[in-house]
């Protein structure tokens, strides 16, 4: 691969004999350049390959027409379906979008937002990490003024636009379903406390074991990362109790695939000995058998939401503008894991 | 959200009475200015919220430390591992990477390449999307001397590194295995043949039919885009056949999804009645029911390998450098969907 020297707009006025300000307002379509030196220069600049130096002119104007996408993964049919989404809609506003993933790591996060800044995008829609609490890279992007955007994963503390579903509701709708199933004994494989989203969905399963007057046992309360491996691991330790579950709500569908593994392995009869249900509606919940039931998260929903948050911002005088924050009511997709007949 | 207006040099120069260009060099710990001036400097900046203008730097550099990735979705284990695994390289050369996806849409692609080329990345990593035909936009990257390296879906006329598996031979492995579980009817749900990995995967299926004796059927092949949709209409249309098949190869995991999908709601027994074969190895092949045989594209080896082409790139003199292409083995992994007792 040869590097070729970059043409630039002295090269294109020195073939022409004119200035390089001649040649840039004629490139710049100027009504002071006549079109028979437009024409001239526009062939010049064809024929020595000259390329626009785009980031020059972002630079100047402030627009780069380019929007940062920062989620945990890109490998869960939520995250990628909510990209889909903000994509749509952007596109069709001349928006093109770069995506970048934190791995569920605070300081992959940072180098995101970093790459995302440096790239001079007009806007950054992020789910936060796992592992983040210090929010001081998400300030940053606000004292630049770049519109900021969350969804899903967010943070009360920081004060931004954010979309994503009731939580603590679904935990209730998920409790309800099972105790109608004539559960009693309900185990929550939950997400780490410290994340908003996951501390909800907690919150919400242990007020809706007090409505329904069923005991709070810490021993079928826990937190995990919500890997595959994390639900295999914590379904074993329910599988050792004493006094055994006899229906478990997963917060995160990789988590549940886990523990439905375990449950096939020890062949537990699902969902009559132990009932399950999982989060999100990943589109293995309804390959798997039994299929799982799942909370569907609206990521369609989010993403269209999201992007039309964001072009809000840039449409609209954004000083003092009221902060969009949009909850939406999950729904619970019922399956063979939690039918009891 | 209020715009602050930015801090710039300029400002910092004011407050401490020193010119910008002192302020400029004691920020880029210049020997020529004294420590008690840079201190004052780094507090004023400090002060004042100053953040360097990374891109303005890029543009007098010519680098971003940022490498660009494109691939047709982001929704795919396959294409997802593989990001993941040139992420984990490029890391650690104090790299980042930025992804777009194509959505197997050839304008988007043309998008995404002016999106990063925008962004000043330093190279891109991409795999084609099913659209292309046109190379000139990879053209235009190879002529700004930006290096290029495409993995799986690539094209021998553009002339770039490459790194793959052996399409062609995967092929030969899968009819191979069908005829040693005594199939005789072997057919093709195959990708467009214009892709080269799927017209490489349909000449190593011709050529081993050829080589085994077995007929070739022209209604035993077809060619598609591979969705979950294009499987279960492909299997439709195989099973209104009047001599139906024995075994179905797919040149994509989803599509065989979609074809088993069609075959359990036929109580079709696989595979004694028909044989099923996947390609990609997702996981999903191991979670339906019967589990789907797969050939296992290493990604995590094509990943590595891309990220570690780039590096030679940047790292070595580029002119002149031979290319770079790689064509792993494939492994097929057998599963339950293609094992006749």
């Known amino acids: 691969m040869n590097i ?25 379509n100027d009504s002071r350049i006549s079109d028979k030196t437009k024409k ?22 402030g627009k780069s027409k380019l929007v940062g996408v ?19 809609v952007l596109n069709k506003e001349g928006y093109n979008i770069i995506i970048t993933q934190s791995n569920e790591s605070f300081k992959k996060e940072c180098n995101s937002i970093d790459t995302l800044l440096f790239t001079q995008v007009d806007g950054i829609i992020a789910s936060m990490a796992n592992e983040t609490v210090d929010l001081s890279y998400y300030e940053k992007v606000k004292s630049k003024g770049i519109p900021l955007i969350l969804f899903d994963r967010g943070e009360n503390d920081l004060n931004v636009d954010y979309i994503g579903i009731d939580d603590y509701n679904s935990s209730q709708i998920i409790v309800e379903h099972l105790v109608a199933q004539g559960c009693k004994r309900i185990a929550h494989i939950g997400g780490y ?7 909800n969905r907690i919150r919400g399963y242990i007020d809706a074991l007090k409505k329904h007057n069923l005991p709070l046992d810490s021993e079928l ?16 330790q329910l599988l050792a109790l004493k006094n055994r579950p006899d229906a478990v709500y997963v917060a995160g569908d990789y988590a549940a695939l886990g523990a439905l593994q375990v449950l096939n392995e020890e062949n537990i009869t699902i969902p009559n000995e132990i009932a399950l249900v999982g989060f999100g509606n990943e589109p293995f919940t309804d390959m798997v058998s039994p299929r799982i039931s799942s909370i569907n998260q609206h990521s369609a ?20 503008q009221k902060l969009n924050k949009i909850i939406l009511d999950a729904t619970l997709v019922i399956r063979d894991s939690s039918s009891i007949k």
């Open 221 to 236: 309360l826990t937190e995990s990362g919500l890997t595959i491996e994390d639900g295999r691991t914590k379904m074993k």
């Open 4 to 28: 070729k020297k970059k043409t630039t707009i002295k090269d294109i006025a020195n073939v022409l004999n004119i200035s390089a300000a001649a040649v840039s307002k004629a490139l710049h």
């Open 70 to 88: 920062i989620v945990p993964r890109t490998n869960s049919n939520f995250f990628s379906s909510v990209i889909q989404n903000i994509e749509e």
């Open 40 to 61: 001239a220069v526009r062939q010049v600049a064809e024929n020595l390959n000259y390329q626009p130096n785009h980031l020059a002119s972002a630079l100047r104007s």
């Open 301 to 320: 929903e989010i993403g269209k939401q999201a992007a039309n948050t964001f072009l809000n911002h840039v449409k609209k005088d954004v000083v003092n």
């Open 193 to 199: 406390k410290r994340t908003r989203i996951f501390n």
